[in-house]
C-alpha cells in the first residue's frame, strides 16, 4: 500500500514535470516590452473599444450601454472631425475601416454598424452570432476576435464570415481589440491582461508576448473594467498607440525585447 503511494507521487510528479515543461514549450514565443515615445491626453468618459488610424485620422469607438460612441479626430491636433453616439441599449466595441466603410461592433447585440469613414453616418448594418469584441482589416478581409482564442474571418462588404483560425498556444486567451499591422501581422490585447500578442493570423501561432503592464497607474475605476484596450499602428512607422478603458492618457509605444 505504502509502496503504491510512494509509485503514484512519483508518478504524479514525473507528469507535472512533463506538463510544465510541455507549457514552457508551448509559450516560446519572445517576450518584449513597451517603450514610451509619447503621451497624448484622451477622454476619461471614452471607454475605450476600438481604436484605428487612417492617414491623419483616429478613429475611436466606444463602450457601455447609453454612452457608446464613435470618434473621429484629427491624430496631430485632437481637432474632433465627427462624433456619433450609439442609442441605448448599443454596446460599442471594436471599429475598422475597410475600403470605404467604417465596420463598428457591438458586444452582445449581433449588429454591427456600417458607416461613412467621413461623417461617421450610418450606411449599413450586419448581424451576426455570438460576440463583437475587437476588428481589423487585413489583405481584403476583416479580422474579428469575440472574447475566444479564435479569429473569424470576414467579407468586408458583406460581412459573412470566410474562415477561422485558433491560436495554436495561448488557447485561454481572450483576444479583445485587434490591430492589423502592415507587416501582415495581427496584434490583440489579452483581456482583462496588460499582454499583448502578437499573432500570425494564416497560422495562428503567436509570434510574440508584449507585457505592456505599468503604463498607468490602476484602478482609475473601481470596478476593475478599466482594462488596457485599443491597439493602432502609426501608419508608416514601427510605434503603435495604445490606449484604455477610461485611461486619461494614451501612450505612442515601440514594441522592443524583453
Ligand atoms: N468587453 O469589452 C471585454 C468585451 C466587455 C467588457 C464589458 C464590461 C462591462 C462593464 C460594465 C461596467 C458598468 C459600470
Not at 519572445?30 to 484605428?52: C, I, K, W, Y
Not at 474579428?144 to 474571418?153: A, R
Not at 499573432?199 to 501561432?205: E, F, K, M, Y
Amino acid at each position: 500500500m505504502k509502496r503504491n503511494r510512494q509509485t503514484l507521487a512519483i508518478g504524479v510528479l514525473v507528469g507535472l514535470v512533463i506538463w510544465g515543461g510541455c507549457a514552457a514549450a508551448d509559450d516560446a514565443s519572445p517576450a518584449m516590452n513597451v517603450e514610451v515615445v509619447a503621451t497624448r491626453s484622451h477622454d476619461p468618459r471614452a471607454f475605450t473599444q476600438g481604436l484605428e488610424i487612417d492617414g491623419d485620422v483616429l478613429y475611436e469607438g466606444t463602450g457601455l450601454s447609453g454612452a457608446s460612441s464613435v470618434r473621429a479626430t484629427n491624430r496631430f491636433t485632437g481637432e474632433q472631425l465627427a462624433r456619433v453616439d450609439l442609442p441605448a441599449p448599443y454596446f460599442g466595441e471594436g471599429l475598422t475601416l475597410a475600403g470605404d466603410k467604417l465596420w463598428q461592433l457591438t458586444w452582445q447585440d449581433h449588429t454591427a454598424f456600417a458607416r461613412d469613414p467621413n461623417t461617421l453616418a450610418e450606411i449599413g448594418r450586419a448581424s451576426y452570432a455570438g460576440e463583437g469584441w475587437g476588428l481589423c482589416t487585413r489583405a481584403g478581409r476583416l479580422v474579428m476576435s469575440d472574447g475566444t482564442d479564435t479569429l473569424t474571418f470576414r467579407d468586408p462588404v458583406t460581412f459573412a464570415p470566410t474562415g477561422s483560425i485558433r491560436l495554436t498556444s495561448h488557447q485561454n486567451a481572450r483576444l479583445n481589440e485587434l490591430d492589423c499591422a502592415e507587416d501582415g501581422s495581427v496584434y490583440a490585447n489579452d483581456w482583462p491582461s496588460d499582454n499583448i500578442l502578437r499573432i500570425d493570423p494564416d497560422s495562428g501561432q503567436v509570434l510574440a508576448q508584449i507585457n505592456a503592464a505599468g503604463l498607468l497607474p490602476r484602478p482609475l475605476i473601481p470596478n476593475g473594467e478599466d482594462t488596457l484596450n485599443g491597439i493602432a499602428q502609426i501608419p508608416g512607422t514601427d510605434r503603435f498607440l495604445l490606449a484604455g478603458k477610461n485611461w486619461p492618457t494614451t501612450f505612442e509605444v515601440r514594441f522592443v525585447p524583453a
